[in-house]
């Protein structure tokens, strides 16, 4: 954060910036099942600033969608906030405020949600809803948050519709997403998320099963979009060549917390982390000998009800100093000769 900008504290102390729209503190969330608990989030802290794109990666299981639900207050109903704040502040003029000391189905998160605060989920397919039309489920939003003309909000939802590249979008609109093609429907759940033109876009998988032609022209239009509108965004990935053409910046997760975040420079140029290291070799790379074998990173992830000690990567690490790093779990530092490019390692302490 820079230190000219103006500054906030929050009532749990927390700094934050006029140019970030969120800031999540020290999020810890568990869900607690007939097998035990699980710690999906153990610590997670990020910002991101007014009309930036953070892209947030790791494996599966690492608690990358959680953290995009938790700011939505969409955590399924097993989940418990253990610790930690998500600070949002809509505009540099509005004091931030604790998303999390909202009930999930409260008027003030119902008019966050969908409003300030869209998400776009994996299957488009199974996030819309087969009874009514494309455009219905656009105006819904745009009738719950914007305008109570229903005649204002079809018009609106056709415009949206061109607007995201649809063909004919006076036929999408009063069409069933059954009748749409894979990335007819992405394109139609992306004009339902910006309908009211949101601060914050969460966007988990949003390529996801698409081929690459669809899925360029999608990341195209939501980067159009987003220079369009100075909408923030939260991209959700395991793509790393997505992150390369979208992001600025660019959080690794594993095991539910942050263990590298920096510039998209930064990371595919100079990383850190060994999981980073690690996961940046496994791209195949255009020019290397086909019969060469890509690298993997030995191992899997630990069990999600285990209680590891020390770095939670350490039995998968090539670089793991018996003694520390499996005892002794590392903090978060900021790199030498840098102020943004900040590693959870001890190789670096």
Not at 116 to 132: A, D, G, K, V
Request: with cysteine.
């Amino acid at each position: 954060m820079s230190d000219s900008a103006t500054t906030q504290r929050s009532a749990a102390g927390a700094i934050v910036t006029e140019d970030d729209v969120i800031r999540v503190e020290d999020l810890r969330l568990n869900f607690y099942t007939a097998l035990g608990v699980v710690r999906a989030l153990n610590g997670v802290t990020f910002n991101i600033p007014r009309g930036k794109v953070l892209g947030v990666v790791g494996e599966s299981g690492c608690g990358k969608s959680q953290t995009g639900l938790a700011i939505m207050q969409l955590t399924p109903a097993a989940g418990r906030y253990e610790a930690g704040q998500v600070l949002f502040r809509e505009s540099s003029e509005q004091p931030a405020v604790n998303l999390l000391q909202y009930e999930r189905n409260s008027a003030e998160m119902r008019e966050i949600r969908g409003n300030n605060i869209s998400m776009i989920f994996q299957e488009p397919m199974t996030s819309l809803n087969p009874c009514y039309t494309v455009g219905a489920q656009i105006e819904e939003a745009i009738l719950l948050h914007q305008t109570k003309d229903k005649a204002e909000a079809q018009q609106r939802a056709v415009e949206i519709l061109r607007k995201v590249g649809m063909p004919n979008p006076e036929r999408i609109a009063v069409s069933y997403p059954h009748q749409l093609s894979g990335g007819m429907r992405q394109r139609a759940m992306i004009a339902m998320v910006l309908s009211c033109n949101p601060t914050l876009l969460i966007a988990d998988e949003p390529t996801t099963a698409l081929d690459v032609t669809t899925e360029a022209q999608i990341l195209d239009l939501m980067r159009e979009l987003q220079r369009e509108i100075g909408t923030s965004i939260m991209f959700i990935t395991h793509n790393l060549g997505v992150v390369a053409q979208m992001c600025d910046e660019v959080a690794v997760m594993y095991l539910g917390r942050i263990v590298e975040r920096a510039t998209v420079e930064d990371i595919f140029y100079d990383p850190k982390h060994p999981y980073t290291i690690m996961l940046l070799r496994s791209i195949p790379r255009l020019g290397v000998n086909r019969a060469m074998r890509l690298e993997s990173i030995q191992g899997s992830v630990p069990d999600p009800y285990s209680q590891v000690t020390g770095c939670p990567f350490h039995e998968r690490c090539p670089s793991a100093m018996p003694g520390i790093c499996d005892t002794i779990m590392p903090e978060e530092i900021i790199v030498a000769g840098s102020q943004t490019h900040t590693v959870r390692c001890h190789l670096y302490t």
